[in-house]
């Protein structure tokens, strides 16, 4: 009867031991599983960060060109303004010159008939 009693308390302890050791590795799984959804949720997260910077980097870039183009606009456009002025200084010195001329022409006229 001790003998048999002996057997069963020794059955519990195993059975005890072996839902321990289960128990161990469930709770093992479950925290490999955590870090992997952990590690998992980290790389969303980081390529996400590193999409929002190209994003960012492709908006800055295209504000930039904007920019460039703006700046080559209004260097042409200034360019035209000081071309026009100078081809107006350069019409009134032709004017001043032919009027000069004229007047000239005019005095040599005069200074004949006198």
């Known amino acids: 009867k001790q003998r048999a009693a002996s057997f069963s308390v020794r059955d519990k302890q195993l059975q005890d031991k072996k839902l321990k050791v289960n128990e161990e590795k469930e709770y093992e799984r479950l925290m490999e599983l955590s870090m992997e959804v952990k590690r998992l949720s980290d790389i969303a997260a980081s390529e996400k960060e590193e ?10 870039r295209k504000v930039i060109e904007q920019q460039i183009q703006e700046r080559q606009h209004q260097k042409l456009l200034q360019e035209e303004a000081r071309d026009q002025e100078n081809r107006k200084m350069l019409e009134r010195i032709k ?3 032919e009027e000069d001329m004229v007047k000239e022409r005019k005095r040599k006229e005069d200074a004949h008939k006198a």
């Open 51 to 60: 999409e929002s910077m190209i994003k960012k980097r492709i908006a800055d």
């Open 95 to 97: 004017k001043y010159q």
